[in-house]
């Protein structure tokens, strides 16, 4: 089983929709969990990070947190084509200082 | 957020020979990470640069293969030795942020690209 899992994609979504995107991790302990963003031929960008059960907002991305399920979501509000990128999960677990990335969803937003 | 610059940012080598990567970052951090993203994949932790100890290597990595530098808090090297082509790859430094409520959050910079032929 794979630390963290995420869906392949791609994930196609009409411009101005909500763009869902969904990770799974295996480790019960891990603590910290972040969002990044990575454009072709670019180096991943931090858009989220999220470190107890619940939301949090930050413009028009959501971060959703649900430990007891091992679930963390992003929910991009209003898809621009701009938003159309490799959306990765990383989580950072107890004890480590380095984080675990998924292997990323691939989102495309239709103008 | 911290300003990490990568040299090369991509190079073309020949199978057997070795490339050393630099990172230098504008501030002074405490944890240097190197990951590495092969074509089409997410990204692998190769090791961690402890400033004034030796690299802390994941399983799969060795010393041997890719020896790591940090002689000080904004500064690392990785060499990759004896290439293949199996290590084309982008080659990622990263480093984690301590301060207040960004802790434990990584910056990469531009990355290393390169190809073996």
């Known amino acids: 089983q794979k630390e963290v899992e995420q869906n392949s994609g791609p994930l196609s979504v009409p411009e101005g929709a909500i763009a869902s995107l969904n990770c799974t991790y295996s480790?019960?302990?891990?603590?910290?969990f972040f969002w990044y963003r990575q454009y072709s031929g670019k180096s991943p960008e931090l858009i989220m990070s999220i470190y107890s059960n619940g939301d949090k907002e930050d413009g028009r991305f959501t971060a959703q947190l649900n430990k007891a399920s091992q679930y963390v979501s992003l929910l991009i509000r209003d898809s621009q084509p701009s938003d159309s990128a490799t959306y990765l999960c990383?989580?950072?677990?107890?004890?480590?200082?380095?984080?675990?990335f998924g292997s990323g969803t691939r989102l495309q937003v239709q103008p | 957020s911290a300003v990490i610059s990568q040299k090369p940012s991509r190079d073309i080598c020949q199978r057997g020979t070795s490339l050393t990567i630099q990172c230098q970052v504008d501030s002074q951090v405490t944890m240097m990470f190197w990951y590495r993203q092969q074509p089409g994949q997410s990204l692998t932790l190769i090791a961690t640069a402890n400033q004034g100890s030796e690299a802390t290597y994941e399983s799969g990595f060795v010393i041997d293969k890719f020896p790591i530098s940090r002689p000080n808090l904004t500064f690392s090297t990785l060499t990759v030795s004896n290439m293949s082509p199996e290590d084309s790859s982008i080659y990622l430094c990263?480093?984690?942020?301590?301060?207040?409520?960004?802790?434990?959050?990584?910056?990469f910079g531009e990355g290393s690209r390169l190809t073996v032929l």
């Open positions: 480790d019960r302990v891990s603590q910290s």
């Open positions: 990383a989580v950072n677990n107890a004890g480590r200082r380095a984080l675990t």
């Open positions: 990263s480093v984690e942020l301590l301060a207040g409520n960004r802790a434990g959050e990584l910056f």
